[in-house]
């Protein structure tokens, strides 16, 4: 087996006749998903930048887990991955799942900056 070739026209094509290509190479996908998963780690680090803001307004561990709004987060962040299912079945499902991880290790960044935090006394 080998890689496919990153610069030759496609191999396959889809059987629905709607579909819509996003590029003509795979050369040209990859540079658009690398694009893209520079936006998507540079927003990544402006909402861990909002976590650990979020400490400072955080009493002990458990308004640091945050349980009810773990459950919205990932209620809403599935609802939006829905609008897109058409085009890509299952992608709630790895959103959701995405998130959950992503979550869990903001969460766990956040109980370490709780540590390096104090109470504000009134």
Do not use: N
């Not at 030759?8 to 658009?32: C, H, I, M, S």
């Amino acid at each position: 087996m080998q890689e496919p070739t990153t610069t030759t026209p496609p191999v396959r094509r889809f059987k629905d006749a709607a579909y819509q290509p996003v590029a003509g190479t795979l050369a040209e996908l990859r540079e658009r998903i690398d694009t893209l998963d520079r936006q998507i780690v540079e927003l990544m680090a402006q909402r861990a930048l909002c976590v650990r803001d979020a400490t400072r307004f955080k009493r002990d561990a458990f308004q640091v887990a945050a349980p009810a709004r773990q459950a919205q987060v990932f209620e809403e962040v599935r609802a939006l991955a829905t609008a897109h299912e058409t085009a890509f079945p299952g992608l709630p499902d790895i959103v959701e799942a995405a998130y959950r991880t992503l979550v869990a290790g903001f969460i766990a960044s956040e109980g370490r900056f709780f540590h390096d935090t104090e109470l504000i006394e009134p």
